[in-house]
C-alpha cells in the first residue's frame, strides 16, 4: 500500500498569502495519477486538481497542482477566506487508492 | 445538473449488515465508474472500492475484501454498497463519488460526491 504522508498538519495563513501544501509518497505515484481534494467544514470533499496538475472544471486558476514520483505540491497562490477547509492528496494509480491524512489550512 | 443522491442514515448492531444507495441524475450512469469512501468523525478518508461503468467490475480494498458488496443497477441509475460483519469501528460517513472521465477501467480521480451516509454500529 502507497502511504501519504501530508505536511504540515495545519497551516494558518492570512488572506492573499500563498499556501504551499506537500503529499510526499512511500513509493513512486504511476503516471500521475494524483489528485487533491478540498473539503469545507460539514461538506464532501471537491475535487481541485487530477492528473497531478490539470484543474477540475470551476476551480479558479489561483489553485495549481505539481510534482511526480514521489513528491507532490498544492499550490493556492492567494488564500481566500473560503478557502478555510481540510485538503487531502490521493494516489489513484496503485490499489488500493489511498489518502493523505489532511492539511488543515486555516485564516487568520 | 449532476447528482448523486444517498440513502439515510442508519443504525445497526456489531454483526449486522448494512446496504448504502447512492441515486444519479443528470448523467449518463452507466457511463462512469463509482467509488465508496468512507471517513469516522474528525478523521480523514478511507478508500473502500470501485465498480466499473457498463459492466460492473469491481476492485475492492483488500482490507475490505471479504465484507463488501459493490453493484449497480442500470434501471434506476442507483450504485449499492453493502458491508457485511459490522463492527463499532465501522461507524464513519460513507459516501459514493463519480470517475472524473468516462468508460475509466480502473479507479480515477472522483469529480462528483454524494451527500454522505452517517452509519453508526453500536450494541
Known amino acids: 500500500e502507497i502511504v501519504l504522508t501530508q505536511s504540515p498538519g495545519t497551516l494558518s495563513l492570512s488572506p492573499g498569502e500563498r499556501a504551499t501544501l506537500s503529499c510526499r509518497a512511500s513509493?513512486?505515484?504511476?503516471?500521475?495519477?494524483f489528485a487533491w481534494y478540498q473539503q469545507r467544514p460539514g461538506q464532501a470533499p471537491r475535487l481541485l486538481i487530477y492528473?497531478?496538475?490539470i484543474r477540475a472544471t470551476g476551480i479558479p486558476d489561483r489553485f495549481s497542482g505539481s510534482g511526480s514520483g514521489t513528491d507532490f505540491t498544492l499550490t493556492i497562490s492567494r488564500l481566500e477566506p473560503e478557502d478555510l477547509a481540510v485538503y487531502y492528496c490521493?494516489?489513484?494509480?496503485?490499489?488500493?487508492?489511498?489518502f493523505g491524512q489532511g492539511t488543515k489550512v486555516e485564516i487568520k | 445538473q449532476v447528482y448523486l443522491v444517498q440513502s439515510g442514515g442508519e443504525v445497526k448492531r456489531p454483526g449486522a449488515s448494512v446496504k448504502v444507495s447512492c441515486e444519479s441524475s443528470?448523467?449518463?450512469?452507466?457511463?462512469?465508474?463509482i467509488t465508496w469512501v468512507r471517513q469516522a468523525s474528525g478523521q480523514g478518508l478511507e478508500w473502500l472500492g470501485w465498480?466499473?461503468?457498463?459492466?460492473?467490475?469491481?476492485i475492492y480494498a483488500q482490507k475490505f475484501e471479504d465484507r463488501v458488496t459493490m453493484t449497480i443497477d442500470t434501471s434506476t441509475n442507483t450504485a449499492f454498497m453493502e458491508l457485511t460483519s459490522l463492527r463499532p469501528d465501522d461507524t464513519a460517513v460513507y459516501y459514493c463519488?463519480?470517475?472524473?472521465?468516462?468508460?475509466?477501467?480502473?479507479?480515477?480521480?472522483?469529480?462528483?460526491w454524494g451527500q454522505g451516509t452517517m452509519v453508526t454500529v453500536s450494541s
Open positions: 463519488a463519480r470517475d472524473c472521465v468516462e468508460m475509466a477501467t480502473v479507479p480515477v480521480a472522483l469529480d462528483m
Open positions: 443528470g448523467y449518463s450512469f452507466s457511463t462512469y465508474g
Open positions: 465498480i466499473g461503468p457498463y459492466n460492473g467490475n469491481t
Open positions: 513509493q513512486s505515484v504511476s503516471s500521475g495519477y
Open positions: 492528473g497531478g496538475s
Open positions: 490521493q494516489q489513484y494509480g496503485t490499489s488500493p487508492r489511498t
